[in-house]
């Protein structure tokens, strides 16, 4: 682990913990398990490109998600 890889995991941990909170707060399912695997996927990925790829991808399945009516 360096100093890049936990401050990206930081960053994308502390995005999941915001959407989790606003998921709980007004009980909804998609913003809670995003916001759940935003928190927990950082630690199984050592490279900063992919996991902010990773945060890309998800953020944006989320959002359409959310936009489809989910």
Same mark, same amino acid.
């Given at each position: 682990?360096?100093?890049?890889? !936990? +401050?990206? #995991? =930081?960053? +994308?941990?502390?995005?999941?913990?915001? !959407?989790?909170?606003? #998921?709980?707060? *007004?009980?909804?399912?998609?913003?809670?398990? #995003? #916001? *759940?695997? *935003?928190?927990? =996927?950082?630690? =199984?990925?050592?490279?900063?490109?992919?996991? *902010?790829?990773?945060?890309?991808? !998800?953020?944006? !399945?989320?959002? +359409?998600? +959310?936009?489809?009516?989910?």
């Amino acid at each position: 682990m360096d100093l890049e890889s !936990l +401050v990206a #995991g =930081f960053f +994308v941990s502390s995005v999941g913990y915001v !959407l989790f909170s606003y #998921g709980r707060k *007004l009980s909804r399912i998609p913003q809670m398990c #995003g #916001g *759940l695997i *935003l928190m927990v =996927f950082p630690y =199984f990925v050592p490279s900063v490109p992919w996991m *902010l790829v990773i945060a890309g991808v !998800l953020s944006t !399945l989320i959002w +359409v998600g +959310v936009k489809m009516g989910f």
